[in-house]
């Protein structure tokens, strides 16, 4: 399950270079993390533009808070990401970031469910909204637990979104999608017709090709 630290390295700055390409970070918004081991994962650094990440710039934690390896100071949100993974251990990597279309979802607390797009059913599911805490706090952290085990994303009100999956590949995976649907979501409510919801049946079977691909959470239905 857990990649080496030379690969956790490699995949935290490849993902924030793709973050910071498609306008998901401004700034040094964002972090990202990727796990090595039951208690130790690599993270980004406080005040680091996402698109000029260097190996030397990252920063090793132990899942409690202690810094193992790096110069700079790890993100103000660690404790998020560490809130993850001492909540579900199958989780390898947490990516946090500020992508416009979800954003502004976040930002009007508004959760993403969709019942049109199976695309996004099998990937991600339903997002919730997140309690509102000050960015950096204890209570961003608090604020995620309820849907670390039930979901595979969430929105942090007024803020921006958080992913997670097994693979830091996947992470990223699911913060592209979601910020694609939210694009979509918004664009179609300027449609004169509302989107079409699939038939139950037709979730059903959605529900059957996430079961086949061992995807469980993030999506209830009947």
Known sequence: MFVSDSEARRRIIDIGQMM?????VAANDGNISVRTGENEFWTTPTLV????LREDMLVKMTL???QLEGTLKPSSEVKLHMRVYLLNNAVGSVVHAHPPYATAFAIANMPIMSRSYP???VNIGDVPVAA???????????SIEPFVNTHNAVLLANHGAV???????MA????ESLEHYAKIMAIGASLPMPP???THEEQREVVSIRNGLGIKAGLDIE
């Open 20 to 24: 910071y390409d498609r306008g998901f």
């Open 49 to 52: 533009s996402k698109g000029g």
């Open 64 to 66: 409690f808070g202690e």
């Open 119 to 121: 695309e996004f059913m």
């Open 132 to 142: 509102y805490s000050a960015p950096g706090s204890e209570g961003v952290a608090r």
């Open 163 to 169: 992913t997670w999956a097994d693979t830091a590949e």
């Open 172 to 175: 990223w995976f699911r913060m």
């Open 196 to 198: 079409r919801e699939l």
